[in-house]
């Protein structure tokens, strides 16, 4: 499952195609992904302008001239492959570890753009889902409503975190991963994150909080480790696509940079710690720490 910067990264690539162009034509090749494509998607897409690209969370929203919102989710195994007036090959904005290959029996949207662009869409799972909603009803819609606030942007700091955590019971790994509280967090930088900051998952998340809900130490600590590693991660094209192409061809991986993600039974990275990486499991997922310098 892509994660933010994974999410992001796709954000980056589409936009030079898609911001200020017109749908010329779109043509999907079946009637449903996860969910069905909305009535009359096709001629509701068709002339309208991308006035904005944005991420919120895991969903990309693109802004409309027609006063609609197209929302999109990668599901699992979705892409996109962008097309460029003139280009001499298609540019793949990700691909899975562990996915098939992308053949034409996967190809469910087709988006052509006015300036002769072409974006396909391929997911050969199918969990992935493309909703027109208005723009007006976009911020009470059930997707978004419940949303928490983007770690990447000054709403997330150490007040706003102490307050959220104040008196809670809840381990720290399952106060990140509460998606009405930090919005678009996942597992694999929720881990990398606590271990910069050398917290433990398991603590609970009350410790973020001191008296009279006042930050602690370790929320501020852990509020710039969630913006860093994020943001080196959208910097380095993410961690669960392999082969990512950014806009100006080169490639990147935030795999090589993670420090306890999936490293159980190797050595502690940081310098003069003894430990050994170990995998717990929590709410069902798998989380990495060192035992030693993450308390």
């Known amino acids: 499952m892509p994660e933010l910067p994974e999410v992001e990264t796709v954000r980056l690539g589409l936009e030079p195609v898609l911001v200020g162009g017109t749908f010329s034509s779109v043509t999907t090749n079946r009637a449903d992904l996860r969910f069905p ?29 027609t006063g609609e919102a197209l929302v999109m989710h990668l599901g699992m195994t979705g892409r996109f492959h962008v097309h460029r007036a003139g280009a001499a090959r298609a540019q ?14 996967h190809l469910h949207a087709l988006f052509e753009m006015a300036g002769g662009a072409k974006v396909a869409y ?55 991963l509460d998606q009405r509280i930090v919005a678009g967090l996942g597992n694999i930088y929720v881990c990398e994150a606590l271990f910069r900051a050398g917290l ?3 603590r609970r998340a009350s410790i973020l909080a001191g008296r009279g809900g006042r930050p602690t130490e370790h929320a501020m600590r852990l509020v710039a480790e969630i913006k860093a590693v994020l943001a080196e991660a959208v910097a380095a094209g993410g961690s669960t696509l392999r082969d990512y192409r950014h806009a100006d061809g ?15 039974g190797e050595p502690c990275v940081r310098p003069g710690c003894r430990g050994t990486v170990q995998r717990s ?8 720490y060192c035992p030693v310098c993450q308390r």
């Open 37 to 65: 494509f909305p009535p009359n998607f096709s001629r509701r897409l068709r002339g309208a302008r991308v006035t904005e690209l944005e991420r919120r969370a895991k969903y990309l929203i693109a802004h409309l001239s």
């Open 200 to 202: 433990k998952p398991s």
């Open 122 to 176: 391929f997911d050969p799972r199918r969990f992935g889902y493309m909703l027109l909603i208005p723009e007006t009803e976009l911020p009470d819609h059930a997707l978004m409503r419940g949303l928490g606030v983007e770690p990447l942007t000054e709403a997330l700091n150490a007040a706003y975190l102490a307050n959220r955590a104040a008196g809670r019971k809840s381990d720290l790994k399952a106060f990140l």
């Open 92 to 105: 793949l904005l990700g691909e899975y570890e562990n996915s098939v290959p992308a053949d034409d029996k």
């Open 250 to 264: 080169a490639s990147g991986s935030f795999q090589s940079a993670f420090q306890v993600y999936g490293r159980e």
């Open 281 to 288: 499991i929590q709410g069902g997922r798998s989380s990495f």
